[in-house]
């Protein structure tokens, strides 16, 4: 965020428009009698202001208001067109009696676990190998970071052609062993595998990216230091390579965490509803990650109040998520 | 003076800026025109309507108004709900969809009512259940229909004969009178050919066995039926196939592989055999059609609609009369295999004539009738999504071997506790 420049008399810049050093200098009392100059410093800046506005202004019109305009919803009933009715907490009340909206966020939960934690190692690990090889480096990245620019709907109808029960590519392939059909896209358990691995398989290469760039940044003199103390390559791993990328991977984390609970396009697509059954997620509602019950709440059966319920509880719940996670990475740094 | 870069950006930036003020408020007044618009727009969505039809439309109305006509991708009810809820940009004329139109009932008061266009004079032309589906409790009409989706068995007759059972439509017909009849033919034909399946899944039943009935999950004075006799009984009718071991349990789209494999017959509405055809088109020749167990249901069919914003309701109730009549209705069967909601249509030679993926069947000889026989039935506006637990469950049921009581119990409470949510009581 940038805060208004303080200008006092000393920090008039020495040419129009320009930003002058005084822009970092620490924040001070300001001297009595300074209110004409400061409002002048404000509208001085206004081509600035005026450049970085349409940012703030699309901000405020689809992201800003929708979000507070959706808390106002959780406490009405809406069906999207009528009139709107007030029911106080009433919404809230339905959610924790709703045992869809439980199994929801278990599934949300399990999916980002099964997703997250293969992801995130996996990244390390090829980002340490990448890190060290020496030829086609240009290639190895751009092949595995090109999952995750390919469009997430392609890649989750090719999965569920892959992974089809009766006639897939894996089970065909099972099926030549002599292993019997496994049925990825009914079992509940393997439902949220087939959408974890691809979940994995989307980000490995976004993380992996982010690693190396923390890798390169980590001063060879170090690995030098620590090869000369008679340290193997898996011990300079965990004990120079994690500490000193710990920043990185809290950040990747926290990403994660975020991206992994909004899970929603992965099942939708490989879960598509039909006319027959307006529920959405698969098989015993396996694949029904949290957003995917409230988009089916929402914009599927008209229940816009609801919706708005479901996101703000599952808000909390992340917010609790990101904060647990944070102390987990961050512990012991400061002590 | 220096005209500098800023100066040149500040210019721009007040040019964009004015310009998208002037955009905005051109939007809002476009709005409030007078009720004889020389333009109308018409929403649907692709295969709503037969194409051909609706390029006529614009030609022949040409004189009187210029049609324009979008069809929408994606969610189509979504978007028709945010444009009539913003009020601006609303189409003149509007398809809904069979599944959607209960829903948009109580909002009755967005669309114009047909009857007071002149709809009172031509409704005897249209089947009175189809009718009924789009009016509201005060007599309200705000859709048009245009199609509809009367249920039949689909079934093959190679598997048939193999077994030998009689493959002629109307012996299979006479066959499967009660769905008991049905499902011990099932039996049967697998023992004579293993590895087939009689039904998809247990889903497709109780849907049609709901659709059987007058009542549905809500009754008219908005209380929750769900869990009374006539849908226990669609209930323990549905798991049949699944104790006999006649259920294929599909549920994913391996149904496209599976069909034209083993499975012995389809339930499903007129145009699911389309959907066959696409499916497996290696199959042709090798399908039949005779009614299903019981009586016809119906499944989805669609309808156009004047929203209250319409520029020039006389003319659009003038097209939409003119695209839907019972001529131009039998055409879209042909170019888009919908199923006209207008019986003087069935005799007609676009629909007539034999169908080469039915060996040569006539099949307008099931559809006809069945679709005349669709009983009037009340769809409550919560009513798809009450009924959704059930279909869960079901699924449950095959994909878990959930036990049927326990799911039966589920769906029930499920089903009550979103019909709570919705405002029934």
């Known amino acids: ?335 | 003076m220096d005209l500098s870069r800023r100066g040149f950006l500040q210019a721009a930036a007040l040019t964009a800026a004015a310009s998208g003020l002037t955009v905005a408020c051109g939007g809002s007044s476009g709005s409030g025109g007078t009720k004889n618009g020389k333009n109308l727009t018409l929403w649907y969505w692709g295969g709503a309507l037969s194409d051909k039809v609706v390029a006529e439309a614009k030609t022949h109305f040409a004189s009187a108004v210029t049609l324009t006509t979008a069809s929408i991708g994606g969610d189509f009810k979504q978007k028709l709900t945010t444009t009539l809820a913003a009020g601006t940009s609303v189409p003149d004329i509007t398809g809904i969809k069979g599944e959607d139109i209960a829903s948009f009932l109580p909002n009755a008061s967005r669309f114009l009512d047909l009857n007071d266009l002149g709809f009172k004079k031509l409704s005897s032309q249209y089947l009175g259940w189809k009718t009924k589906l789009a009016q509201t409790k005060d007599g309200k009409q705000i859709g048009f229909p245009i199609d509809i989706g009367p249920t039949a068995l689909f079934y093959r007759e190679d598997f048939f004969a193999k077994a030998g059972v009689d493959t002629d439509p109307a012996k299979v017909a006479a066959l499967v009178k009660t769905w008991d009849d049905y499902f011990q033919l099932g039996t049967e034909l697998q023992k004579k050919n293993p590895g087939t399946y009689l039904v998809n899944n247990i889903s497709s039943v109780f849907n049609i066995a709901v659709g059987q009935g007058t009542q549905r999950f809500i009754d008219k004075d908005n209380h929750f039926i769900g869990d009374q006799d006539h849908i226990h009984a669609a209930w323990t009718t549905a798991i049949r196939p699944y104790t006999l071991g006649i259920d294929a349990k599909i549920n994913d789209q391996t149904w496209n592989a599976a069909v034209g494999k083993n499975l012995l017959t389809e339930l499903g509405a007129a145009w699911h055999a389309l959907d066959i055809e696409q499916a497996a088109p290696q199959t042709k020749g090798k399908w039949r059609v005779c009614a299903n167990p019981v009586g016809p249901a119906n499944q989805g069919g669609s309808y156009l609609a004047l929203p209250k914003q319409c520029r020039n309701p006389e003319e659009a109730f003038k097209i939409i009369s003119w695209i839907l009549s019972p001529t131009n209705d039998a055409r879209g069967f042909t170019d888009a295999a919908i199923f006209p909601a207008a019986p003087a249509a069935y005799a007609m030679p676009a629909m007539t004539g034999p169908d080469a993926f039915f060996g040569g069947q006539k099949i307008i000889e099931v559809f006809g009738p069945a679709a005349k026989a669709i009983p009037d039935s009340y769809e409550a506006p919560a009513d798809a999504a009450v009924m959704a637990p059930y279909m869960t469950e079901l699924t449950n049921i095959e994909a878990k071997g959930k036990k049927p009581d326990d799911a039966w119990k589920d769906a029930v409470s499920q089903a009550k506790q979103i019909a709570r949510r919705q405002g029934v009581n």
């Open chain 1, 1 to 335: 965020m940038t805060s208004p420049p303080v200008t006092g008399p000393a920090a008039v810049p020495e040419h129009r428009g320009g930003p002058g050093p005084a822009r970092f200098r620490p924040r001070r009392a300001t001297p009595a009698g300074t209110a004409r100059p400061k409002r002048r410093g404000l509208l001085k800046y206004w081509r600035q202001y005026l450049a970085i506005s349409p940012f703030y202004l699309i901000f405020a019109a689809f992201s800003f208001f929708p979000v507070f305009y959706s808390l106002y919803l959780a406490f009405q009933r809406w069906d999207g067109m009528g009139t709107m009715q007030f029911v106080g907490l009433q919404q809230f009340r339905f959610l924790w009696d709703d045992p869809v909206f439980w199994l929801s966020i278990r599934n949300t939960l399990v999916i980002w676990v099964l997703s997250t934690v293969p992801t995130l190692l996996g990244a390390l690990v090829l980002a340490t190998l990448l890190h060290s090889v020496r030829r086609f480096k240009g290639f190895y990245r751009i092949a595995l970071y090109v999952p995750n620019v390919t469009s997430i709907v392609a890649v989750a109808i090719f999965f569920g052609a892959v992974f089809s029960n009766n006639f897939g590519l894996v089970n065909a392939i099972l099926g030549t062993v002599g292993i019997s059909p496994v049925p990825w896209l009914s079992n509940p358990w393997l439902i949220k595998v087939v959408i974890a691995l691809l979940m994995t398989w989307m980000w490995t290469g976004y993380n992996m990216i982010i690693y190396l760039a923390g890798l390169q940044a980590i001063p060879t003199s170090i690995y030098e230091a620590a090869k000369m103390d008679g340290a193997g390559p898996v011990r300079t791993f965990f004990q120079i390579t994690v500490p000193i990328m710990r920043p990185i991977i809290l950040f990747t984390v926290i990403i994660s965490t975020i991206n992994g609970l909004q899970s929603f396009s992965e099942p939708q697509v490989l879960f598509a509803s039909n006319a027959a059954n307006a529920n959405l997620g698969g098989p015993g509602q396996a694949g029904l990650t949290t957003l995917l019950y409230f988009y089916q709440s929402a914009f599927l059966n008209n229940d816009y109040g609801y919706g708005a319920a479901i996101v703000w509880a599952f808000f909390l719940l992340i917010v609790v998520l990101v904060v647990v996670n944070w102390r987990i990475t961050t512990r012991g740094r400061k002590g």
